[in-house]
Every structure is written in structure tokens, then in C-alpha cells.
Nanobody, 117 residues
Framework: QVQLVESGGGLVEPGGSLRLSCVVS????????MSWYRQAPGKERELVAR???????NYVDSVKGRFTISRDNAKNTVALQMGSLKPEDTAVYYC???????????WGKGTLVTVSL
């Protein structure tokens, strides 16, 4: 059974930091690209950061220099370290696993991040 379980969301003040984690099971984690997406109220879901199976990363422009994605293949975990948070970072953050080789795409249920005073 495939599972992606996010944690680490919460309420943080502008300028603060949060670390999101996603623990996965049910598939070969090391062979999948892992991503974090987010969806703010009234907006479409957008890709925030991606890390390939080989460790290459890319980010949406709005978070470059503030967010860092990482993976631990031994622990089947992907993390998103978020710093210098802004109110516009408020959203539900989703963990995604994707494999073109296996033509599979898996999603977690999301974790809410709220940036506010």
C-alpha cells in the first residue's frame, strides 16, 4: 500500500522557519523524483521544489534562496526546509512522488502552513 505522510506544518510568523517532512512507503523511494507542491486558497496547485532520484534540485522562482528540498533514501523521507517565510507562502503543502519509468504518480494528503502574525 502506497503511503505519503506529510508533517511539520503549522502557524509561523513572517520571517520564521518551518521544516516539512514526508515519509513514504509502498514503493521504491530511491527510484522516484520527489516534489513539494502547494495550493493556496483560491489558487491552482503549483510546484514548489523538486528533487530527482539522482539528487538534482529545482525550485519555483518565488522560493529560491529561502527553501531547500532534500531527500534521505535510507529513511524514505523527503524534506522541505522553509525560511524567511512570507504570508504568501500560506498554503496546503503536498508531497508528490513521480516515476516516468513506472508511469506512477503518488500524492500525500497535505499539511497546512500558515504564515501570519
Amino acid at each position: 500500500q502506497v503511503q505519503l505522510v506529510e508533517s511539520g506544518g503549522g502557524l509561523v510568523e513572517p520571517g520564521g522557519s518551518l521544516r516539512l517532512s514526508c515519509v513514504v512507503s509502498g514503493f521504491t523511494f530511491s527510484q522516484y523524483a520527489m516534489s513539494w507542491y502547494r495550493q493556496a486558497p483560491g489558487k491552482e496547485r503549483e510546484l514548489v521544489a523538486r528533487i530527482s532520484s539522482g539528487g538534482s534540485t529545482n525550485y519555483v522562482d518565488s522560493v529560491k534562496g529561502r527553501f531547500t528540498i532534500s531527500r534521505d533514501n535510507a529513511k524514505n523521507t523527503v524534506a522541505l526546509q522553509m525560511g524567511s517565510l512570507k504570508p504568501e507562502d500560506t498554503a496546503v503543502y503536498y508531497c508528490n512522488a513521480n516515476s516516468r519509468l513506472y508511469d506512477r504518480d503518488y500524492w500525500g494528503k497535505g499539511t497546512l502552513v500558515t504564515v501570519s502574525l
